[in-house]
């Protein structure tokens, strides 16, 4: 690692330093965003340092069998990534290294891998555990299990507005005509969550976000709730709707079911060290620069102006 790296990344180490120490990293599972050429090339890095810091590296081909045994998983994605690494093992921490667009999950830019690693193995982190929802399916006064997110449990209508009651502890607040609902963790208050209108979550808060998704009524305001109040959405007219789980559709939904959602088993831990800054994460990832260096899909013209006509197809 070149020298500008060092400089950015001493504040980190010295930050870590004062922290907690936990118990040393013996063994590390690695997962790599199998899309990405670079953090594959990464991947291959991380675990020959590792290995020659003595550290077993648990490759993810193997790690579904080993899950246990593995102090922790260094994934290195997006947040996406993340996600999927936190379902596959679960309550095991994870360490990100972002090679996506905003990073709140994957905490830890490229540049600083080797710090952030020598402050894992030696136990310089912190592990925050996050809280996770637990979905079931009530149809036809048959309950069953449905799974659970890290993120948010959506019900989602299709082409046509769906009518989604709302009900809390028991309790029914009102019923909302619109594109469905999103409940959502406080990790996940800045995903689907924040681009729907609703409020962002902090550390600390233990509660849950309801927000209606594109909701024809006046009567829109997003709710933040209890974590130990049960919440249920019943779909109450037929119209086509599904039931998604951290962005995957798990099941079509008829009239009349109830998704009830509760605070989950589960918890989702997250490597974090003591230079971590949501606030500033927060202003820097979401200053209009989500993805700087997007390209557009369709062709320029010589007027400079892009356009789909004339059968140029994009990217052509």
Not at 106 to 126: F, K, S, T
Not at 142 to 165: F, K, P, Y
Not at 170 to 181: C, K, L, R
């Amino acid at each position: 690692m070149g020298g500008s790296d060092q400089r950015a990344s001493a504040p980190a180490r010295r930050a870590v330093e004062i922290g907690e120490v936990r118990p040393p990293v013996r063994r590390v599972g690695l997962v790599a965003a199998r899309s990405k050429a670079e953090a594959r090339e990464l991947a291959r890095d991380v675990a020959n340092w590792l290995s020659g810091q003595g550290i077993e590296v648990v490759p993810e081909s193997r790690l579904a069998e080993q899950e246990s045994a593995v102090d922790a998983v260094v994934v290195l994605g997006g947040d996406g990534l993340m996600m999927r690494a936190a379902n596959a093992y679960p309550d095991i921490a994870l360490l990100g290294i972002n090679f996506g667009n905003v990073g709140f999950l994957a905490l830890v830019e490229r540049r600083d891998w080797r710090v952030a690693l020598e402050n894992l193995i030696a136990g310089r982190y912190m592990v925050e555990p996050g809280t996770t929802l637990a979905a079931c399916l009530v149809r036809e006064g048959v309950s069953r299990d449905a799974g659970w997110a890290i993120n948010d449990v959506v019900l989602r209508g299709g082409a046509r507005m769906v009518d989604t009651e709302l009900y809390i502890g028991g309790h029914f607040v009102n019923t909302y005509p619109g594109d469905g609902m999103i409940v959502s963790t406080p990790h996940g208050s800045t995903a689907y969550c924040l681009a729907a209108g609703g409020p962002i979550l902090t550390a600390g808060v233990r509660g849950f976000a309801i927000v209606p998704i594109s909701c024809h009524s006046p009567i829109r305001t997003p709710l933040v709730v209890s974590e130990e109040d049960p919440i249920e959405l019943l779909l109450a007219n037929d119209h086509e709707a599904s039931l998604i789980l951290d962005g995957r559709e798990t099941t079509p939904l008829r009239k009349g079911d109830i998704v009830r959602i509760t605070r989950g088993d589960h918890l989702f831990k997250l490597v974090t060290f003591g230079t971590t800054n949501f606030y500033e994460a927060f202003r820097t990832k979401f200053n209009f620069q989500i993805r700087p260096n997007a390209v557009p899909s369709l062709p320029a013209r010589p007027d400079g102006r892009h356009s789909g006509e004339n059968g140029l197809a994009p990217g052509g």
